[in-house]
């Protein structure tokens, strides 16, 4: 991939916000570069300054110091909408939900930049429309007004409108908030798709962890506070230790192994677990909700198998056929243990 | 959609022609097309009531009703809210303390003979004070709106804008002479009737002009009802466009403000009739829309009020208000309208 | 004819000129303090009833549009007499009045009228006056000013302890406002002279003023006369062969305010034998009519009177171009009653046209029917030009 061509760089990049006329950097200084055809996901914990950073990268706020670079125009085209608007497209989470708004309309507002003084739209204006539509697959909607879908499908319109756009660059604001796991999962594979085949360069902040471990070419690790920005390609980020440190500072614990978070809190409990296939897996999880720290062996041990669960104390030994069977048992014997002491 | 055009069109040729047919004085129809085109014969004053009277007050009509519709719908646009319009907002209050000011201001006798002296650029006098009062408030609504993202909330920001501004006209004629703050009320009680000759002249001009900024700027109009990072991110020029919607509605709601006193809800009804008859929300369709369903609505509050044998001067905002309020208690209780825009 | 043009020049030369203290002319018996002596009555004026007592008088003002007979009820209690028990509700005056505070005009020309004008010692405003002695009385310092409605200075009213207020508010509405002043002693008087209908019984309350300072007698001699010029004049206008229609008022934004049929302005038209097209109208008020309606009117009218805020032709063609198709306008009979406006932009005719009936009337009259009163110079009216 180091072929490719180089969409936007940022030298000693510092983004943040004037209070009384004082600025205060909130991320920074950062260089960075988003490459063609690269899906990169920003992280970070909430307040880190996600937001702020993508608003200063497209020109929505001025930055405070440092360099952007988009497509060689040593940043000259920030100050200038018009020609910006041929750059970079947008996926906000400003909320559009103008009722008498269609789909489609919505969507050709993407023309824009393109279109004549009036808004009119030629044939190719046309042709990008419906392959915007046809890639995120709202076809069936294009009449709809906009008021009358559901939160994944008016987000399949924003993201058809910015593809509309027709812009080399494309950011995407928690494109995946508030929707549910399905359309979760539909917009990042969409956007993974998208950049293998169109060259775009997309950059997206999310909450979303797991899948953005999944898809992401690279991640731009955002800590709070001035901390910094960790990139790199998600599984070199997890083996190297950045995650769980990163993470660590949070109070979160971020597991190498299952590339997922657990609670510290209340791990003074130790189980044993022993067992087999997406049983182990899923009791794992369980247990782990309930506070326990789970091990090899422990005086208190579980063992799991397709047909059930075995609950193994020095005196005792139970069965149970649920997990949620097997956590009712658990709870009252944590009470009865606490009582005796 | 050509058939509604031409449906449409129809229908305001008809109600045109109605109100310059039908009024307290009765005269026959055939009489009225007979003077319509100039021939001659007819009564020299019903050629007076038509030519003087009637005419006069229709064309001001077509002009109050585009201008009026249009400058609702782009204060709708700009403040992302189906409930603005020049009177809820407050830019008619501005436009009131505007034209307050010059009616009863130094208590009357100074400006009085300011406006004899300029003769006719009075008209010219009170268009400006209008359309600078009505500017000025809308810049402090736009100002305060960055800070208020709720629709209601902005509504209620807009009360009091209002409630204020019209606090100081109050003041103003406590220090002002009976007999021009007598004017001044007649004044507020909206008139479509007292514009004639080089009046008609001036308002038509700005009313043109206000309709030439906002068709100009339908494109932009389009992309800030994504709101204002969109727009950006679609090349708009935030601040220009904002200056040119300030500047058309301004000259729309301040100068017909200025001619015919505070005539509300027109701006709130008619976008809303011509999204609905459209199903659009493309400023190329609503703004020619917007002119044409609200000189249709004017023409037939005005056609209300000088119903045969109707002898009263019936205030043309009355009219409009009875027509109007209703459809903004539809608007607040059809859910799906209110969160329009977020 | 020439006889009758005297009496006219005559009687407005005796109200509106003559000089104010008159106290010391005035016959002894009508300032003695022996009230029952000399009763007037009311036959023109609807508003208000005098009674007379032994020592004292009672006045009642009448609120026409609710047909309440007591509304507000006063006890003019001649001064060292003891004020009579049973009439609770009553506001006691002290008479003679010897200084009292006008809050209108015309209150000023009823004053002047009954030669008591030296007597105001406060205005509402500085602004409304014409009468030579109040404004000397200004120039002097010895008349103040008050303010009007919600700027009505109470603590310098209540400091002047004067003997009397005299408002020109709606009798109903009277309570609340000038509470203060009635709580601290100081009787409020309601002029409501301005809801009379005619002009002889516009001009009848200067009986009111007459009986609060004791001065029947001057009062329904100069009156009298005031209404036998009046008659006279009336009745020389029935003669006329014509009855040029007249309009009255500026229409504004397309609504033109006619005085109605039973109004004031309609009664002096008729008097004055001018032809009116809402003589038959109901109602004191006026007509708010749509200028359509007006229009057919407007345009055959001889004359146009009480044009408002204009002195000229081409002030009203300011105003709407429209207006220079009216036969009035053509034929240039356009007439303002503005002709005595001092240089404070005060116009007489609110203040002593009021209290001159007859010199309005015979003004109307030379309008209309200019060779009924060969001579007669216009006193409140003027021509426009």
């Not at chain 1, 360069?201 to 992401?216: C, K, M, N, P, Y």
Request: hydrophobic share 45%; net charge neutral; with cysteine.
């Amino acid at each position: 991939m180091s072929g490719l061509q180089t969409l936007l760089t940022t030298h000693q990049l510092a983004a943040g916000y004037h209070v009384g006329g004082r600025p205060i950097t909130i991320a920074g200084p950062l260089s960075v570069s988003i490459k063609a055809g690269q899906m990169i996901c920003l992280l970070g914990p909430n307040g880190a300054g996600k937001s702020t950073l993508m608003r200063t990268l497209s020109g929505l706020q001025p930055r405070l110091g440092g360099h952007i670079d988009i497509l060689g125009d040593g940043g000259a085209s920030l100050h200038d909408p018009s020609r910006l608007a041929r750059k970079i497209s947008l996926v906000l989470t400003d909320p559009v939900r103008n009722s008498s708004l269609t789909a489609y309309s919505l969507i050709a507002l993407g023309r824009y930049p393109y279109s004549s003084w009036l808004g009119k739209l030629n044939g190719e204006d046309k042709r990008i429309i419906t392959w915007a539509m046809e890639v995120t697959g709202i076809g069936a909607y294009a009449e709809r007004k906009m008021g009358t879908l559901s939160d994944g499908e008016r987000q399949k319109v924003m993201l058809a409108r910015a593809l509309a756009q027709d812009t080399p660059l494309m950011m995407l604001d928690e494109p995946t908030a508030h929707l549910d796991l399905p359309s979760r999962i539909q917009i990042m594979q969409l956007l993974h798709r998208l950049a293998r085949t169109t060259q775009k360069g997309i950059l997206l902040s999310t909450h979303e962890l797991d899948l953005a471990l999944q898809v992401a070419d690279e991640v731009w690790l955002l800590q709070k506070a001035g901390g910094g920005l960790e990139k790199g390609a998600p599984e070199d980020l997890v083996l190297n230790g950045t995650f769980e440190a990163v993470f660590d500072k949070e109070g979160i614990h971020f597991d190498k192994n299952t590339g997922s978070f657990h609670i510290h809190a209340g791990s003074s409990k130790k189980i044993g677990l022993t067992g087999e296939g997406a049983s182990i897996f899923w009791t794992r999880r369980a247990l782990q909700r309930e506070g326990f720290q789970v091990m090899e062996e422990a005086s208190l041990s579980i063992h799991a198998d397709p047909t059930g669960w075995t609950l193994k104390s020095i005196s005792d030994s139970q069965t149970f056929t649920t997990i949620t069977a097997l956590l009712q048992a658990l709870r009252n014997q944590s009470i009865y243990n606490e009582d005796i002491h | 959609m050509v058939g509604r055009w031409v449906a449409l069109c129809v229908l305001l040729v008809l109600i045109f022609f109605l109100d310059i047919a039908v009024g307290p004085v009765r005269i026959p129809l055939k009489s009225v097309l007979r003077i319509i085109l100039s021939l001659p014969g007819e009564d020299k004053t019903w050629h007076y009531i038509v030519g003087q009277i009637r005419i006069p007050k229709a064309c001001t009509a077509v002009i109050a009703g585009c201008g009026l519709s249009v400058s609702g719908l782009q204060m709708q646009t700009l403040f992302r809210n189906p409930l603005a319009e020049p009177s809820v907002l407050g830019v008619t209050a501005g436009a009131s303390l505007g034209v307050a000011a010059i009616m009863l201001s130094g208590g009357g006798i100074i400006t009085l003979y300011t406006i004899r002296e300029l003769g006719i650029s009075g008209s010219w006098l009170i268009t400006l004070a209008g359309c600078l009062g009505a500017a000025v408030v809308m810049l402090l609504v736009i100002m305060i709106s960055r800070k208020v993202r709720d629709n209601m909330m902005m509504l209620i920001i807009g009360v009091m804008v209002s409630t204020a501004t019209l606090s100081i006209i109050s003041i103003w004629q406590y220090f002002s002479d009976a007999e021009l703050i007598k004017d001044y009320l007649l004044w507020t009680f909206g008139s479509l009737g007292g514009v004639t000759g080089t009046q008609l002249y001036i308002l038509g001009l700005v009313t043109l002009t206000g309709l030439i900024l906002s068709f100009l700027s339908s494109k932009t109009l389009d992309a800030l009802l994504l709101g204002d990072n969109y727009a950006r991110s679609m090349g708009v020029t935030i601040h220009r466009a904002r200056v040119i919607i300030i500047c058309s509605t301004s000259l729309l709601a301040g100068s017909i403000t200025a001619f015919c006193g505070p005539i509300g809800f027109v701006g709130i009804a008619v976008p809303q009739m011509a999204r609905s008859l459209f199903s659009t929300s493309s400023h190329r369709v609503l703004i020619p829309a917007c002119c044409l369903i609200g000189t249709g609505l004017i023409l037939f509050c005005d056609l209300i009020g000088q119903w045969p044998g109707n002898q009263t001067a019936l205030p043309i905002n009355i009219i409009t208000a009875l027509v109007g309020a209703p459809m903004v208690v539809w608007i607040i209780l059809s859910k799906n309208n209110l969160s329009i825009y977020g | 004819m020439n006889r009758l043009f005297y009496l006219v020049v005559l009687s407005f030369m005796f109200s509106c000129h003559s000089p104010a203290p008159k106290d010391k002319e005035t016959p002894a018996a009508a300032n003695s303090g022996d009230t029952i002596r000399v009763r007037t009555t009311i036959r023109y004026a609807h508003g208000f009833t005098i009674d007379y007592h032994d020592g004292y008088k009672i006045v009642h003002i009448l609120d026409r549009n609710s047909n309440k007979f007591d509304t507000l009820e006063y006890l003019l209690v001649q001064r060292g007499h003891a004020v009579p028990t049973g009439y609770p509700k009553a506001q006691v005056i002290s008479i003679p009045v010897q200084s009292m505070i006008a809050m209108s005009s015309t209150h000023v020309g009823i004053a002047d009228f009954v030669g008591v004008s030296d007597r105001i010692t406060g205005l509402g405003s500085f602004k409304y006056v014409n009468s030579p002695i109040v404004r000397e009385n200004i120039r002097k310092g010895r008349t103040v000013e008050v303010g009007i409605d919600e700027n009505l200075n109470n603590e310098l009213l209540i400091s002047m302890h004067p003997g009397l207020l005299m408002a020109m508010s709606n009798p109903e509405a009277n309570g609340a406002k000038y509470k203060v002043l009635t709580d601290a002693g100081i009787p409020v008087i309601v002029n409501a002279e301005w809801l009379e209908n005619t002009p002889l019984g516009k001009a009848e309350w200067v009986k009111l003023m007459a009986a609060l300072t004791n001065r029947e007698a001057l009062v329904d001699k100069k009156f009298d006369s005031v209404v036998k010029t009046y008659d006279s004049l009336a009745q020389l206008a029935h003669q006329a062969k014509t009855h040029p229609h007249i309009i009255i008022g500026m229409p504004f934004k397309g609504s033109w305010f006619m005085p109605a049929g039973d109004s004031y302005m309609a009664h002096f038209i008729n008097d004055a034998g001018g032809g009116y097209a809402w003589a038959n109208s109901k109602g004191a008020g006026s007509l708010s009519l749509n200028f359509e309606s007006a229009a057919p009117e407007a345009l055959k009218a001889e004359y146009w009177l009480n044009l408002g805020y204009v002195t000229s032709k081409q002030d009203i063609l300011a105003k709407d171009p429209r207006y220079a198709s009216f036969q009035s306008f053509k034929m240039g009979n356009l007439y303002n009653f503005d002709k005595r406006t001092n240089d404070l932009g005060s116009n007489d005719y609110w203040e002593s046209g009021v209290v001159n009936p007859h010199v309005v009337l015979a003004d109307m009259i030379s309008i209309l029917h200019p060779e009924l009163l060969p001579g007669h110079t216009l006193v409140y009216y003027r021509q426009l030009k």
